[in-house]
């Protein structure tokens, strides 16, 4: 599975982005997805995961009711949409992919990963 993660940007604080990652081949359906989140000279953070149908979710404490991962398996694309947004958010942003059934947030549980685009928020 090949990942490219867009849609990142620069936005006022308040403000919202869309980020897709679209996978490639055709098992897009068998994997669970996530999006992470680094800033330099710190770790890989967990931000959402969705299960491979879409029907369930999971998010970080800091993101959770601002941002809402999505799944579109007849497009093989992952959303996340990213509302109120605020200066802490800033970060280069990674789209993932797990196979299976279960979703979750470590990070040596996905075994594909996007180039990552930067989302940049100003105060």
């Known amino acids: 599975v090949q990942l490219q993660a867009s849609g990142g940007g620069l936005v006022q604080a308040g403000g919202s982005l869309r980020l897709s990652c679209a996978a490639s081949?055709?098992?897009?359906?068998?994997?669970?997805m996530g999006w992470f989140r680094q800033t330099p000279g710190k770790e890989r953070m967990f931000v959402a995961a969705?299960?491979?149908?879409?029907?369930?979710?999971y998010y970080a404490d800091s993101v959770k009711a601002r941002f809402t991962i999505s799944k579109d398996n007849a497009v093989n694309t992952v959303y996340l949409l990213m509302n109120s947004l605020k200066p802490e958010d800033t970060a280069v942003y990674y789209c993932?992919?797990?196979?299976?059934?279960?979703?979750?947030?470590?990070?040596?549980?996905?075994?594909?990963w996007g180039q990552g685009t930067q989302v940049t928020v100003s105060s």
């Open positions: 081949g055709r098992t897009f359906s068998s994997y669970a």
């Open positions: 993932a992919a797990r196979y299976g059934l279960r979703i979750g947030a470590a990070i040596d549980s996905y075994d594909y």
């Open positions: 969705i299960d491979r149908g879409g029907g369930s979710t």
